[in-house]
């Protein structure tokens, strides 16, 4: 069996970008809306604007969500429907 390493390491940064706390309430935040503005984010978490924005593009360089520009604002939605299902496991895996 051959191994493809790169797929691993892939799957790796995935995983180390869902290690967070303020990262896995943001994918649950845009996990229950289409899409969100960066703004609403930082209402919602009650974190500043950088600390937010940091997550969010460790989120984006992960290739988890994508970013959208509206105007001054970003907003920001999840690529694969699978990290909705993946996020709702998790809530299911807590709440048991």
Known sequence: M????????????????????TRLMILRLLSENDSMCVCNIIDELKKPQPTISHHLNILKKSGIIKARKE??????????PKVKDIISTMDEMINE
Do not use: C, L, Q, R
């Open 2 to 21: 051959v191994v493809d390493e790169s797929k691993y390491e892939n799957m790796a940064e995935i995983f180390k970008a869902f290690a967070d706390p």
């Open 71 to 80: 105007g001054t604002w970003n907003h920001y939605y999840i690529v694969n």
